[in-house]
Protein backbone atom coordinates (compact mmCIF):
# COMPACT_ATOMS: atom_id res chain seq x y z
CA UNK A 1 0.00 0.00 0.00
CA UNK A 2 1.18 3.53 -1.35
CA UNK A 3 1.76 6.21 1.67
CA UNK A 4 -0.18 9.48 0.43
CA UNK A 5 1.22 13.06 1.83
CA UNK A 6 -2.45 13.98 3.57
CA UNK A 7 -0.70 17.98 4.80
CA UNK A 8 -1.26 20.79 2.06
CA UNK A 9 1.66 22.28 0.17
CA UNK A 10 1.82 26.14 0.56
CA UNK A 11 0.20 26.90 -3.10
CA UNK A 12 -3.12 24.08 -2.67
CA UNK A 13 -3.11 26.34 0.82
CA UNK A 14 -3.17 29.79 -0.75
CA UNK A 15 -5.57 28.37 -3.77
CA UNK A 16 -7.88 27.06 -1.19
CA UNK A 17 -7.92 30.17 0.83
CA UNK A 18 -8.64 32.36 -2.17
CA UNK A 19 -11.13 29.87 -3.43
CA UNK A 20 -12.75 30.31 0.16
CA UNK A 21 -12.84 34.09 0.19
CA UNK A 22 -14.23 34.50 -3.45
CA UNK A 23 -17.22 32.12 -2.58
CA UNK A 24 -17.74 34.22 0.38
CA UNK A 25 -17.91 37.65 -1.43
CA UNK A 26 -20.21 35.96 -4.32
CA UNK A 27 -22.34 34.54 -1.65
CA UNK A 28 -22.59 38.10 -0.38
CA UNK A 29 -23.18 39.64 -3.96
CA UNK A 30 -26.31 37.05 -3.94
CA UNK A 31 -27.64 38.19 -1.04
CA UNK A 32 -27.48 42.05 -1.56
CA UNK A 33 -29.35 41.39 -4.82
CA UNK A 34 -32.10 40.09 -2.79
CA UNK A 35 -31.91 35.78 -3.60
CA UNK A 36 -30.42 33.23 -0.97
CA UNK A 37 -28.03 31.16 -2.75
CA UNK A 38 -30.12 27.79 -2.62
CA UNK A 39 -32.83 29.72 -5.07
CA UNK A 40 -30.54 28.48 -8.08
CA UNK A 41 -31.60 24.94 -7.54
CA UNK A 42 -35.05 24.99 -6.99
CA UNK A 43 -36.47 27.76 -8.38
CA UNK A 44 -37.42 28.82 -12.41
CA UNK A 45 -35.71 31.78 -13.61
CA UNK A 46 -38.89 33.54 -14.27
CA UNK A 47 -39.41 33.37 -10.58
CA UNK A 48 -35.94 34.15 -9.88
CA UNK A 49 -36.31 37.16 -11.75
CA UNK A 50 -39.74 38.42 -10.74
CA UNK A 51 -38.22 38.55 -6.94
CA UNK A 52 -35.12 40.23 -8.37
CA UNK A 53 -37.52 43.00 -9.82
CA UNK A 54 -39.61 42.99 -6.88
CA UNK A 55 -36.53 43.83 -4.73
CA UNK A 56 -35.15 46.67 -6.94
CA UNK A 57 -38.83 48.16 -6.60
CA UNK A 58 -39.24 48.07 -3.13
CA UNK A 59 -35.59 49.05 -2.41
CA UNK A 60 -34.68 52.36 -4.97
CA UNK A 61 -38.66 53.27 -6.79
CA UNK A 62 -40.87 52.43 -3.67
CA UNK A 63 -42.02 56.22 -4.21
CA UNK A 64 -43.44 55.71 -7.57
CA UNK A 65 -45.71 52.97 -6.67
CA UNK A 66 -49.47 52.80 -5.28
CA UNK A 67 -49.91 51.12 -2.02
CA UNK A 68 -52.21 48.04 -4.11
CA UNK A 69 -48.89 47.76 -5.68
CA UNK A 70 -46.55 47.61 -3.05
CA UNK A 71 -48.87 45.45 -1.08
CA UNK A 72 -48.70 42.66 -4.49
CA UNK A 73 -44.59 43.53 -4.26
CA UNK A 74 -44.27 43.02 -0.19
CA UNK A 75 -46.68 39.55 -0.35
CA UNK A 76 -44.57 38.44 -2.84
CA UNK A 77 -41.37 39.13 -1.52
CA UNK A 78 -42.26 37.79 1.50
CA UNK A 79 -43.92 34.59 0.20
CA UNK A 80 -40.09 34.23 -1.32
CA UNK A 81 -38.06 34.10 1.56
CA UNK A 82 -40.56 31.71 3.51
CA UNK A 83 -39.51 28.18 2.09
CA UNK A 84 -43.08 26.47 2.01
CA UNK A 85 -45.26 29.08 0.44
CA UNK A 86 -41.73 29.58 -2.24
CA UNK A 87 -42.16 26.00 -3.94
CA UNK A 88 -45.83 27.27 -4.45
CA UNK A 89 -45.18 30.22 -5.82
CA UNK A 90 -46.91 30.01 -9.89
CA UNK A 91 -46.02 32.12 -12.87
CA UNK A 92 -48.98 33.55 -12.63
CA UNK A 93 -47.51 35.95 -9.31
CA UNK A 94 -44.69 36.33 -10.78
CA UNK A 95 -46.03 37.84 -13.89
CA UNK A 96 -47.81 40.26 -11.77
CA UNK A 97 -44.51 41.21 -10.53
CA UNK A 98 -43.19 41.67 -13.57
CA UNK A 99 -46.08 43.53 -15.01
CA UNK A 100 -45.61 46.70 -12.30
CA UNK A 101 -41.89 46.48 -13.06
CA UNK A 102 -42.64 47.14 -16.27
CA UNK A 103 -44.99 49.81 -15.39
CA UNK A 104 -42.54 51.33 -13.06
CA UNK A 105 -39.70 51.10 -16.13
CA UNK A 106 -42.41 53.21 -18.18
CA UNK A 107 -42.44 55.73 -15.08
CA UNK A 108 -38.84 56.51 -14.57
CA UNK A 109 -38.38 56.64 -18.48
CA UNK A 110 -40.74 59.70 -18.85
CA UNK A 111 -39.14 60.83 -16.03
CA UNK A 112 -35.52 60.23 -17.03
CA UNK A 113 -37.04 61.95 -20.66
CA UNK A 114 -37.39 65.11 -18.82
CA UNK A 115 -33.98 65.95 -17.18
CA UNK A 116 -32.38 68.40 -19.48
CA UNK A 117 -30.11 67.77 -21.68
CA UNK A 118 -26.15 68.50 -21.13
CA UNK A 119 -24.68 69.77 -24.35
Same mark, same amino acid.
Given at each position: ? =???????????? &??? /?? *???????A??W? +? &? *??????? %??? $? @???????? +???????????? $??? &?? *???? $????? +? =?? %??Y?? /? #? #?I?A #? &?? *?????? @???????? %? =??? +?? $?????
Amino acid at each position: M =KWTNKSLTNKQY &EVN /RK *QQQDTWAADNWI +R &E *QGYTIKD %FDN $L @SSFVLYAQ +RQAHLILKHHKN $LIT &ED *QQAI $LVAYH +R =KY %FNYCA /R #K #KIKA #K &EA *QRVLNI @SSKINRKL %F =KLY +RQ $LPKAQ
